[in-house]
């Protein structure tokens, strides 16, 4: 039996900026194993860059974290370890990344941009 976490449950557990939410959250997330889709990865991705002003080099830190969590299972885990591995070395969002990626996994040639940041990563065409 797995347990779904939701973008606010993840996000207490990575900042840790409420203290009684961050330990029940840590607790649940221990008990897992807990399941992490990918639509809550994203949103994780932006709640830390727009609410909490995390830097690249934070985000990829919290990512790393989250993704070698034993008690977490990713959806797609090797798409979204391929998709941060891509957010580092570029300058596409990560969401743009893993859209990239899982597009690939489900038998994509390619994934049509109009987004100049995307140009260069693996699988993106621009338009």
């Keep these: 039996m797995m347990n779904g976490l939701d973008t606010n449950v993840l996000v207490r557990y990575l900042v840790v900026d409420d203290e009684a939410q961050a330990i029940k959250a840590k607790r649940y997330i221990e008990f897992g194993p807990s399941y992490v889709n990918c639509i809550v990865l994203s949103e994780v991705v932006w ?17 790393e974290r989250l993704l070698s969590t034993h008690e977490v299972q990713v959806e797609d885990a090797d798409v979204a370890l391929a998709a941060l591995h891509d957010y580092r070395r570029s300058t596409a969002g990560f969401a743009d990344c ?13 994934t049509g941009s109009f987004d100049k940041r995307t140009k260069g990563v693996a699988g993106f065409r621009m338009l």
Aim: some cysteine.
């Design 98 to 110: 893993l859209t990239g990626h899982r597009n690939a996994a489900h038998g994509c040639n390619e």
């Design 47 to 63: 709640v830390l860059e727009s609410a909490y002003g995390y830097d690249k080099e934070s985000i990829i830190t919290a990512l």
